[in-house]
């Protein structure tokens, strides 16, 4: 479980993932100064804290926020599948590819359910996207989205992703869409932008996303998230770390490896463990329910990835 101090001590130290319903407007950084400001005003001890994977202002829903050894881990949530429900609005098209932008380009043309539906295969496992110009992408050391508002035009590799799952959410009647509402589980790096501009084109028209939440960030979901306010609640009530979920949370994908003190000790020193009856690839090396590192199982040998200071 989450590592804490005693209620006594005003400074008590947490380590663990804070799952953040997001609002709309928030920024992720904002998300993560959200976090460490109800951790001051809880008294908390002083925590690194960062969030596991972007989440632009105009979506909200599952944001994970790093905090203390769990930080050491934020990088693995940018590698893990997402889950999103979102909505295009077909006729016209904007700029950012959302209801922020100013729209560039529109259509009289309006899709039919049935369509819509014959269409989503086309977009279902591996496929070639080009990022949204209005992204966090960089072009010769720039963000492009600072390229784009200086009204330069950008000009983004196409990447390779996977859509594992696409499907219209509800029943809507076969008339003409003004709009039709999808969910999706994708693989890391896929913009949804861009994916709803090209299911547009594809029905012969354009579209843009109107609302977009995020159910599922690699293992973590709607059920673990906490809003904003009750944040704040928790933290005045100094009973943060009972919303913490542990380090392990983040490692679900992935093998427990029980220790004994002296191996635990060596791991700590930066050393390889040998003779080791474990299947190879990564574990989560564990004793007596204290974490002790990420590490990298091979031929028998036990090497440190990530190692946790508790």
């Not at 690699?218 to 704040?232: E, M, N, R, S, W």
Request: hydrophobic share 45%.
């Amino acid at each position: 479980m989450v590592s804490v101090a005693r209620r006594c001590d005003r400074r008590v130290s947490v380590h663990g993932w804070l799952i953040l319903d997001k609002p709309l407007g928030l920024g992720s950084t904002q998300g993560v100064s959200a976090v460490k400001r109800a951790l001051r005003n809880g008294g908390y001890g002083k925590a690194k804290v960062g969030h596991g994977g972007t989440l632009d202002p105009l979506a909200t829903g599952v944001l994970p926020i790093a905090i203390g050894e769990a930080t050491k881990l934020a990088g693995r949530m940018l590698d893990s599948d997402k889950v999103y429900d979102f909505t295009i609005r077909f006729g016209e098209q904007t700029d950012t590819l959302d209801r922020e932008g100013a729209v560039i380009a529109t259509s009289d043309i309006r899709p039919t359910a049935a369509a819509l539906a014959a269409v989503l295969a086309r977009f279902t496992g591996p496929i070639a996207q080009v990022p949204p110009a209005y992204s966090a992408l960089k072009v010769d050391g720039q963000r492009a989205y600072d390229l784009a508002r200086a009204g330069e035009d950008v000009v983004l590799a196409t990447r390779d992703v996977t859509v594992h799952a696409l499907d219209m959410a509800g029943k809507p009647d076969n008339g003409a869409l003004e709009e039709a509402m999808l969910s999706t589980h994708v693989s890391k790096g896929t913009y949804i932008r861009s994916l709803a501009r090209d299911i547009a084109l594809a029905l012969g028209t354009v579209g843009h996303v109107t609302y977009l939440r995020r159910t599922k960030a690699g293992p973590f979901d709607l059920a673990q998230a906490i809003t904003l306010d009750k944040l704040d609640e928790v933290a005045k009530a100094r009973s943060l770390e009972h919303f913490l979920l542990p380090l392990g949370a983040g490692l679900d994908d992935i093998p427990a490896l029980a220790l004994v003190p002296d191996q635990a000790g060596a791991l700590r020193q930066g050393r390889v463990l040998a003779g080791i009856a474990a299947d190879d690839g990564q574990a989560f090396a564990m004793l007596d329910g204290t974490p002790v590192a990420l590490v990298e199982v091979e031929d028998g040998f036990v090497r440190v990835v990530r190692g946790f200071n508790l």
